[in-house]
């Protein structure tokens, strides 16, 4: 398996995608400047975090700690399903379905994405 490196102009075409995104808006006078420019600053920082997150899990050898972190993100990803519903269930059930759910949905697809590839 070998990474793909991203280099300055990949970035630079990243920005500005944004940048023309925010010219667009300006123009419009939808006034969503400053909430884009937040948006990808905050966006910046969470990549730059779980790029260091993700660093340090790789580099160990226990798969430990590849469940803790697998764990702490679908209970995250739960904690969102269920405060971005416009009617919410109550309670510890509606955190435990949701995180479950996208548990087992990560798992099924991981796992049929790196099966297909060792067959191939």
Partial sequence: MSTIAL???D?????????INAAICWGFGLRLERSIALAAARMVVQLALIGLVL????????PVWTLALVLVMAAAAGVEVVT???????GWQALGLS?????FIGVAITSLGVGRHHRA
Wanted: net charge positive; proline share 3%.
């Fill in 7 to 9: 280099t300055p102009l």
């Fill in 11 to 19: 970035l630079a075409l990243a920005a500005n995608l944004l940048a």
């Fill in 55 to 62: 660093k340090f899990i790789f580099a160990q050898t226990s």
């Fill in 84 to 90: 971005r519903q416009h009617r919410r269930l109550k």
């Fill in 99 to 103: 995180s479950a759910t996208l548990l």
